[in-house]
């Protein structure tokens, strides 16, 4: 498994993969094939938008399995935390480890540089169980999503801002 940047030409796949984090919600609405492209293409831009702008510094990566596309990773290094912007992971990848080999890579830069790890994360995603299994807990809920952090050993302090 590699990571690349994202370049211009990953657009339509980031969108894909865009689409497989919101396939549960939109089938649940009486849309049209159009009027679900159009939400997903307005979302996904004002997504990317936003990540840009907050996170300027931020790596944008492609996830890949044997030189295959298989998702995205976003992260944030900022000076209190290492947060995860986004990992998401194909439907058709998912249950192979890609995602949890990630997260222990992060949770390893974490450990050396005694910073925390955070991840927000809806509370209906079923990824929390995996990043619990993996010592991260909830350090903060507004109502819709989790903030899941992992602190090092002896990484002491209050919770990095969200």
Not at 13 to 42: G, I, N
Not at 90 to 106: A, D, H, K, N, Y
Request: proline letters at 7%.
């Amino acid at each position: 498994m590699t990571l690349r940047d994202v370049s211009p030409e990953d657009d339509a796949f980031l969108r894909k993969v865009y689409a497989c984090t919101r396939a549960q919600e939109l089938a649940m609405v009486p849309w049209s094939d159009e009027q679900r492209e159009a939400f997903l293409r307005f979302q996904f831009d004002a997504q990317d938008r936003d990540y840009r702008s907050k996170y300027p510094g931020a790596s944008f990566q492609i996830i890949l399995k044997d030189d295959q596309l298989v998702g995205r990773l976003y992260v944030s290094r900022e000076p209190e935390q290492i947060r995860i912007l986004d990992l998401t992971v194909l439907p058709e990848f998912r249950g192979q480890g890609i995602g949890s080999s990630l997260i222990l890579e992060l949770v390893a830069e974490a450990d050396r540089n005694q910073k925390p790890v955070t991840i927000w994360i809806e509370q209906f995603n079923p990824s929390q169980v995996i990043f619990q299994h993996l010592g991260f807990k909830i350090s903060q809920d507004d109502g819709y999503n989790n903030l899941f952090e992992y602190r090092p050993t002896g990484c002491d302090g209050p919770s990095p801002p969200a």
